[in-house]
Structure formats: structure tokens, C-alpha cells
């Protein structure tokens, strides 16, 4: 993010062509540190490539081949997977049309992911800012409450927010005592159900990124910029958020990408219906029996990751570019 | 001092952190009228709260008790983006993610001023500091005085009525402060702005100002101008934190302006006399060591005793005198060539004052 200006290059005086017999030394020596630190890291590196590229190749294979009657793959070449992720052939008279269903999918994770992470943006800016403002002593247990829920199981945390939003629910039985609403408004198996699941189990992964730039921020140089006439909305959007821009794109990206592929939030809140790309893809390995089409849906998903990735860091750094 | 001529009144601060049984009173009835471009100081050891003084004028903290006035206005309840008071910090607090000229311009930018009159100031500043050939560096690629000087031209950018300077050259080496204090002398008889200046040396503060409050333990013992300051120090603080002193315990025997004071030794001697100050009593009195003299004889001698030691110190000579009425006198005579010292330790000296240069104290 602070790339050098080429101004500070050019104070290093360029090599000079003749090279001298003591800079082929120091160029050799140079050389050598770099085979030994490859040489060490050779191990780790090892584990590293076949951990994430194994699994990865077996996928890309798996996508170009026929699926089994009963799951599982045949070994013979087949763009049927790829194909049927874009497009599907009607059952009766063979046309082939757009796979609509599919779209719809994409479409819903990744709009559901965006705002996800936009409400896990709105909601863990101040309260990593709350934490990283209070005494030293006290942040310490203000960042233990936040890592509470990690304690607990997924799927058991997803159950309590169903039962916070269920029709029979606290929030309903609490609005129908009262008198405010008459009959339970549904709020269960619909998008905004899905949005609040997601947005309560990845927040602290917003959050702790965000505190931890927070922290590192001299604030005095919030007092300079009151001092110099900004209000606080501008010394938050001059000052603050520039300088903890890293918290805030690790925090973006640390959402994005599990909310992207989130499996048991949807299942549990979102029902059948409101499915997401995660869902999508399980139900290729099992009730569907299509694990080619499954294992291309995953390569799609991994593709919209990263282009989501791309697009965002290179808006966010533009943006900051722009203003200085 | 008339109303119109007051650029910043401070009148009974009070600023308390803390409370109750923890509570610390880091100011403690604070009153003072800084004039409009005036080079005011405030000088202090650490802790005194010159910077806690300097905050509650800038904004950032508001006083316990008492107004701040710019101007004739109140403003101790303005918030910082509201006064027209710009500060260089004393850790200069520039921005890492902009460049040299865009702190300079934030200021201004912040004013909502147009982008040709931010370039233009932006411009000017720059040349005002010397910094013109810098302007796109960021400023974490710069030098420490480099640094200093873009803080001076980003408070100095939206011209303010009243430049708070925290310290600004405590950082720099003794060269670039010399530099840098003569920058600052010009700079501020060129914009016409109020200068609060806050250092803890005496010889910058002494040199740079047009008045100097001496403060300690969150009160300001004096106001006046360096002369004034050296010269007539009217607590034993003042005189002891600014240059070096003699103390002598002696009897006041009238008051005034200039009353008359019998030393230790019984000699009589004129002495000026604080404000106020009822006779007859027994005061404490300040001697700065050069105003006095050595005399070889005992006759018309203020004070008399045995020569202890000859201290060089290359400019001046320092010559350490055990008191016959008790305690111990330093006499600094300047050094010129050709003159050889004829005076052994041991000798038996007189001391001669010349006229006013008694300073009667308060406590
Ligand atoms: N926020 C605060 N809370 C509690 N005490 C404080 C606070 N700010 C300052 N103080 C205390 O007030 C006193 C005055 O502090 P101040 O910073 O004004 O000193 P200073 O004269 O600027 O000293 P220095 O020359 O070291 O900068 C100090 O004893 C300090 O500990
Ligand atoms: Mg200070």
C-alpha cells in the first residue's frame, strides 16, 4: 500500500556497469542466502502446494468428466458439468436455454455476501472503534466478549438466531404481547434471515482486523485534523478511514469469502428456497448426483471470488489514490 | 494594554483530571492577556502544564472552571474546527498517507476554500519554509527539520489569528534550532499572527520572545518581558529556573518601587522591591553572579569573604566565595585577553553590587 515513490529509487545510486570483483562477491553471497532460504522453506512450501493444489486439481478434473448414475465420476471426458452450470436442455424437447435457477443463485450469494459484509462494515466500524478508544485494560475485555461467540458451535449459534426470528419466536411473541403486531410477521426463511444469520457469525471478523489498524492509529493526528478545521465526518473519511484502509479490506475480504460460499446459515435460516451458491453445490454431491456440475460449480464460485476480490481492492486503492 | 490590543484572554482556568481523591489540578487559577502578534512563551519544567494550557486554547480540552476569550469572544466551549487557532504539535502529527503540499493544504481544503487559492497558498507556504522543491514527497520520506517545517507551514496555511507552537524545536539539533528560531522570529513579524510558544529552555524562550510567562506547578508565577524577566525575577523559582543566582536572606527596611535593604554583612544597599511588598521584614533577595563584582579590599565592599575557587569556563570565569556572614556567592567576570587572573583561592575578597542589581523576592 506504500509503495515507494520512484523519487526515493533515484536517491540509490544506479550500480555502476563495470562491476567490481568485491560487488561479485557480495553478489555471489547474495545469491547463496537465497538458495538456503529456499532450500529451508522447501518442506513447508511442500505441504503447502499439495495441501491447496491437490484437492483443487481434483476438482478441476472431476468437473471434466460424466457423472455416475449412483454419484461419483466416470472416467470419461465431459463438458456436461460445465455446461449445465450456464445453461440447461429442456427435459422435453431437448432446447437448450440459460440455467436461470443457477443465475438466480449467483446472484443471490453474491448480493448477499456484499451486503453481508457492508452490514458487518456498518456495524464492526464502531464498535472496533468503541474498543480501540476505551483504556488498556478494558479493550482486553471488550475484545474477549467479542470472540465469545466463536465458542460456540456453528450450527448451535444459527439454531438460537432461529429461534430469536422463528413465528413462534421471542421477537414475535414479545411484538404479539404487546399488541404492536397482530399476526407473527415471517421472518424465517427469507433473505433478510439469511443477511442477519450471516452478518452475527462473520462480524467479529470485521471486527478484529478493523481494531486492530485502529489501534495502531496515532490519534493525535485526529486532533491535528480537528485543529486544521475538519469536522468530524471528514476527519473520518480524511483521516481514519484511509489510515486503517488494511484493517478494512482484510476485514472485507475475511466476510466476503466465507459468506460467498456459507453453507449451514443458509440451509438452517434460508430454507430450500432462498438457496446460496454453498447450498447449490452440496446438493450436486448428494440428492443431485451431479458431482461434475458440482465440482464446476465450486471452480465458479472460487472464479467469483477472486474477481469480487480484484474488483474491490482495486476500487478501494483508486479511491485513495484519487484523493491524495 | 487595552481591550482591542488582547488577541487571547485566559481568566481563572482551572483544568482538573481526574476525580476525587485521585483528582490532580494541572492547572490551578490560570490568568493571562496575550497581545495581538505578540511572541508570548510559556516556560516551565515538565509537568507544569504548559501543553494542558496550550490544549484548553486550542480546543482539544475544555476547562474545569474558568473562560478562554479570543478576540473578546468566548470560546472555551468551541470545538477545535471552530476557532480560527492553529497548533504545531510538538510530535508534528502529519499526515503519512499525504504528501508535503497536500498537509500544507489541508487546512485550507477544510475551509472549503477554492482549489486555484489552496494551490496558491499551498505555493506560498512552501517557498515561506523552503520546502518547494519537496512538495510531493510524503512525509515519512523526510528529515526531522524538513518534517518540523511542513508542521509550521500547515498551521501557518490558513492563517490563523493565534499560532500554538508546542515545543516545535525540541527536536532538532542545535544548528537547525538556531535557523529554525530566527524562521520563526520573521515569520511571525511577516503575518501579523499571535505566536503561543511553549519550551522549557530559558535561553530560546529569553531570546525569541516579546514576553514570557514563567509557570510551575500549574500557576505562572510571572509575566514580563525577558528583561524583565532576568532582571527582576520576583520568586525564588523564576530566578533559580531562568539563568543562575545568588540567594541571600536580608532586612527590608522601606518599601517602594526601590527600597532599602540591609545585607547579612550589615551594608545598606538600594534594591527593587515587587509590588506590594510592606516594610520593614526579613525577604530573601536574588544577585545574578555577574552583576556583581570582586574588589581586592574590604572598604566599600556590599559583601566580604574568602576566595574558594576559580571555575574557567572559556567566555566568563566563575569565582565560588564563602560568605564571612555565612553561605556561599558566585561572581562571573567575562574573560578578556591580556588580562591575567591575579587572584589565588584562599585570598580574602570583597564583593561590590552595582546599583539595582538587588531583586528583593516574594518568598
Ligand atoms: N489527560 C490527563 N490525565 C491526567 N493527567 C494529565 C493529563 N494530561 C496531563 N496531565 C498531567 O498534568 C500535568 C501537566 O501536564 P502537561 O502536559 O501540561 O505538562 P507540560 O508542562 O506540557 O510538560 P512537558 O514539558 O513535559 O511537555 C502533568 O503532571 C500531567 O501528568
Ligand atoms: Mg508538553
Not at chain 1, 450436486?284 to 481492492?313: E, K
Not at chain 2, 494541572?26 to 490568568?31: E, K, M, Q
Not at chain 2, 556567592?329 to 591580556?338: A, D, E, L, P, T
Amino acid at each position: 500500500m506504500h509503495a515507494p515513490k520512484p523519487s526515493v529509487d533515484a536517491s540509490h545510486p544506479a550500480p555502476a556497469p563495470a562491476r567490481t570483483g568485491a560487488l561479485n562477491l557480495a553478489d555471489e553471497a547474495r545469491k547463496r542466502e537465497v538458495r538456503t532460504s529456499w532450500l529451508l522453506s522447501a518442506p513447508a512450501l511442500l505441504v503447502l502446494v499439495t495441501a491447496a493444489s491437490g484437492p483443487l486439481l481434483i476438482v478441476l478434473v472431476y468437473s471434466f468428466l460424466a457423472a455416475g448414475d449412483y454419484g461419483g465420476v466416470v472416467w470419461s471426458l465431459s463438458g456436461e458439468g460445465w455446461f449445465k452450470v450456464f445453461l440447461s436442455r429442456d427435459i422435453f424437447d431437448d432446447t437448450v436455454g440459460i440455467a436461470d435457477a443457477h443465475l438466480t443463485i449467483f446472484w443471490r450469494s453474491v448480493r448477499l455476501s456484499m451486503l453481508t459484509t457492508l452490514i458487518c462494515i456498518a456495524l464492526g466500524f464502531p464498535t472496533a472503534w468503541f474498543i480501540a478508544t476505551r483504556s488498556r485494560e478494558s479493550r482486553n475485555v471488550w475484545l474477549f466478549l467479542i470472540t465469545i461467540p466463536f465458542w460456540t458451535n456453528l450450527l448451535i449459534r444459527t439454531f438460537a438466531i432461529m429461534e430469536v426470528i422463528r413465528s413462534e419466536g421471542i421477537v414475535n411473541t414479545v411484538l404479539m404481547t404487546a399488541g404492536v403486531i397482530e399476526r407473527p410477521i415471517q421472518m424465517m426463511y427469507t433473505d433478510f434471515a439469511i443477511l442477519l444469520g450471516m452478518a452475527y457469525v462473520y462480524l467479529p471478523l470485521m471486527v478484529l482486523p478493523l481494531y486492530a489498524a485502529m489501534e495502531r492509529l496515532d490519534f493525535r493526528l485526529i486532533e491535528a485534523a480537528y485543529d486544521l478545521y475538519a469536522s468530524r465526518w471528514r476527519v473520518l473519511r480524511r483521516i481514519v478511514v484511509p489510515l486503517v484502509k488494511p484493517g478494512l479490506i482484510a476485514g472485507s475480504i475475511l466476510v466476503f469469502i466465507p459468506s460467498l460460499g456459507a453453507y449451514v446459515t443458509p440451509r438452517v435460516l434460508g430454507g430450500g428456497k432462498n438457496m446460496m451458491l454453498g447450498n447449490l453445490i452440496e446438493l450436486q454431491f448428494g440428492q443431485g448426483r451431479n458431482w461434475p456440475l458440482g465440482a464446476a460449480l465450486s471452480l465458479t464460485l472460487l472464479v467469483i471470488v477472486m474477481v469480487a476480490l480484484i474488483f474491490y481492492v482495486r476500487i478501494v486503492q483508486k479511491e485513495a489514490a484519487s484523493r491524495e | 494594554m487595552t481591550e482591542s490590543e488582547i488577541s487571547i484572554r485566559v481568566s481563572g482556568v482551572t483544568k482538573t483530571f481526574g476525580e476525587g481523591a485521585s483528582a490532580f489540578h494541572a492547572l490551578s487559577d490560570v490568568s493571562v492577556d496575550i497581545r495581538k502578534n505578540e511572541f508570548f512563551t510559556l516556560l516551565g519544567p515538565s509537568g507544569c502544564g504548559k501543553t494542558t494550557l496550550l490544549r484548553l486554547i486550542a480546543g482539544f480540552d475544555h476547562p474545569t472552571s474558568g473562560r478562554i476569550e479570543l478576540d473578546g469572544e468566548d470560546i472555551s466551549q468551541l470545538a477545535p474546527f471552530q476557532r480560527p487557532v492553529n497548533t504545531v504539535f510538538q510530535s508534528y502529527a502529519l499526515f503519512p498517507h499525504m504528501t508535503v503540499a497536500q498537509n500544507i493544504g489541508f487546512g485550507l481544503e477544510m475551509l472549503d476554500r477554492p482549489k486555484a487559492e489552496v494551490a496558491a497558498t499551498v505555493a506560498q507556504m512552501l517557498s515561506l519554509v523552503r520546502m518547494e522543491a519537496l512538495a510531493d514527497r510524503r512525509t515519512d520520506q523526510i528529515s526531522g527539520g524538513q518534517q518540523q517545517r511542513v508542521a509550521l507551514a500547515r498551521a501557518l496555511a490558513p492563517h490563523p489569528k493565534v499560532l500554538l507552537l508546542d515545543e516545535p524545536l525540541s527536536a532538532l539539533d542545535y544548528k537547525l534550532r538556531k535557523d529554525m528560531q530566527i524562521e520563526l522570529k520573521r515569520l511571525q513579524s511577516e503575518t501579523g499572527i499571535t505566536f503561543v510558544f511553549v519550551t522549557h529552555d530559558q535561553e530560546e524562550a529569553l531570546t525569541m520572545s516579546d514576553r514570557i510567562a514563567v509557570m510551575n506547578q500549574g500557576t505562572i508565577l510571572q509575566i514580563g518581558s525577558p528583561r524583565e524577566i532576568y532582571d527582576r525575577p520576583e520568586q525564588r523559582f523564576v530566578a533559580d529556573f531562568i539563568g543562575d543566582s545568588n540567594f541571600l536572606e536580608a532586612e527590608l527596611l522601606t518599601g517602594g518601587a526601590s527600597g532599602r535593604l540591609r545585607l547579612g554583612s550589615g551594608h545598606e544597599i538600594e534594591a527593587s522591591v515587587p509590588e506590594g511588598m510592606t516594610a520593614p521584614r526579613r525577604v530573601s533577595v536574588s544577585i545574578r553572579p555577574e552583576h556583581a563584582a570582586l574588589t581586592s579590599g574590604a572598604e566599600d565592599a556590599a559583601l566580604t569573604g574568602t576566595l574558594k575557587e576559580i571555575v574557567y569556563f572559556g567566555t566568563d570565569t566563575h569565582y565560588h566565595v564563602a560568605l564571612g556572614s555565612g553561605g556561599s556567592f558566585i561572581v562571573r567576570r567575562q574573560n578578556s585577553r591580556g588580562v591575567t587572573e591575579t587572584l589565588e583561592p584562599g585570598a580574602a575578597v570583597g564583593i561590590s553590587l552595582g546599583p539595582r542589581s538587588v531583586q528583593v523576592l516574594r518568598d
